[in-house]
């Protein structure tokens, strides 16, 4: 048995099984802002600061001192920010840059939206981040930048992919979409490299109403380059230096992530209180669960297990109205749009697993201690009605 749930309790929680439980509930999360929200909306409307603005310069400053960086500059979206970032270094076509196969696709589109190549360096079984021991077999005398992604809300083992860096004189950009307020040996991503980049696409920890992105860094040149770029090249309205891009933030988002960022700190640590209790309830079945390293601070964005019955297990929730995702099914070195780059399936094996196998929970500030519960009662059925006929590790 995997029973960690007294008898009377599992009959209440089956009992509301008709209750559907979100992947995601964002709905839940605006509620109690609603008010602050249309305050800070209609300050926006009142100044008519669609592009930029006050608001946004306001999120800037207090992103910047939550990141612990100098500078922060708002963007439309953290795609567009991974894209200057990668402007701002000068890397361009000829060059390649080093990062993960396992992470969604825009941190390798950065990459190629300069000209250069993605060259991917397979993952840390535990983490599901880049593996710092297998990254320096892949530079080349092409190799530019190292972009390491601090996937689920967990950070990479910076300091070893700091002194590569170093040795071979490349630069590091952190892609941190995840994992806004994640900490490193005590201190926030993001400024490790030189820039950092965030998201806020608004299912992650600090989202949007709609899209947006930053990027932080403690350089004020590149920050003056990254503010120039984002509005179309200029420094002053209607002359433009280089040629750039309308990546600009708009007010109304500005106004949204300065309301919720106030709320970042408490989402967190309510994200962690659930990963903990399901590290408690999950604990005695099959699963491997997400774990944290020494290292790190992990914001769990995501709450990611793993095991080979994957498929089985979702459709066991599926019937049981309990929402999911595959974050990711496909490792981008097997997508059709990265064909040309000549990778084929085995070359990162680690990846690919974690791939087949992954299977993302419901996690979020509002999720409930009863439907923490009801998840695990689920996952704990799903085991238990498979003992004696095949076993739970084995594929089919």
Wanted: aromatic share 8%; with cysteine.
């Amino acid at each position: 048995m995997f029973g960690v749930f007294p008898l009377a309790l599992k009959t209440a929680l089956h009992k509301r099984m008709d209750d559907a439980i979100p992947y995601l509930d964002l709905a839940a999360q605006m509620r109690p802002l609603r008010r602050d929200i249309d305050a800070a909306i209609a300050r926006v409307l009142d100044q008519c600061a669609f592009c930029l603005g006050p608001e946004v310069a306001q999120f800037e400053k207090e992103f910047a001192r939550l990141c612990g960086a100098k500078h922060a500059v708002a963007f439309n979206s953290g795609t567009s920010a991974l894209h200057v970032a990668m402007i701002l270094l000068n890397i361009g076509a000829g060059d390649d840059v080093i990062t993960t196969p396992l992470t969604f696709a825009a941190t390798s589109w950065a990459i190629s939206y300069v000209g250069a190549r993605p060259v991917y360096v397979d993952i840390e079984d535990a983490t599901f981040n880049l593996d710092p021991s297998r990254v320096e077999k892949a530079i080349s005398l092409r190799t530019k930048a190292i972009l390491p992604v601090h996937l689920y809300g967990h950070p990479c083992d910076l300091d070893p992919l700091l002194q590569i860096c170093r040795k071979h004189n490349l630069k590091l950009v952190e892609d941190a979409a995840q994992a806004h307020g994640a900490a490193y040996r005590g201190c926030t991503v993001g400024t490790f490299g030189a820039t950092g980049v965030f998201s806020f696409y608004p299912a992650k920890n600090l989202g949007a109403c709609g899209e947006g992105g930053a990027l932080v860094t403690n350089d004020a040149a590149l920050a003056a380059r990254a503010r120039s770029l984002r509005d179309h090249g200029t420094t002053v309205r209607y002359f433009h230096d280089e040629i750039g891009f309308n990546y600009r933030m708009e007010g109304l988002q500005g106004a949204v992530l300065g309301v919720k960022l106030k709320h970042l700190g408490e989402w967190n640590a309510a994200r962690r209180r659930i990963a903990h209790r399901y590290h408690e309830l999950l604990g005695s079945t099959p699963l491997k669960l997400p774990c944290e390293a020494g290292y790190a601070q992990s914001v769990y964005h995501l709450y990611v297990v793993r095991h080979p019955r994957r498929d089985d297990l979702k459709r066991h929730l599926e019937a049981n109205r309990i929402g999911y995702s595959l974050h990711y099914p496909l490792p981008l070195h097997l997508q059709k749009c990265y064909a040309s780059l000549g990778y084929k399936s085995g070359d990162f094996p680690v990846a690919e697993q974690a791939a087949r196998e992954c299977l993302c929970l419901p996690i979020y500030p509002e999720l409930t201690d009863a439907q923490v519960e009801r998840v695990a009662s689920v996952i704990q059925d799903f085991f238990e009605t498979r003992r004696g006929t095949t076993e739970v590790g084995e594929t089919e």
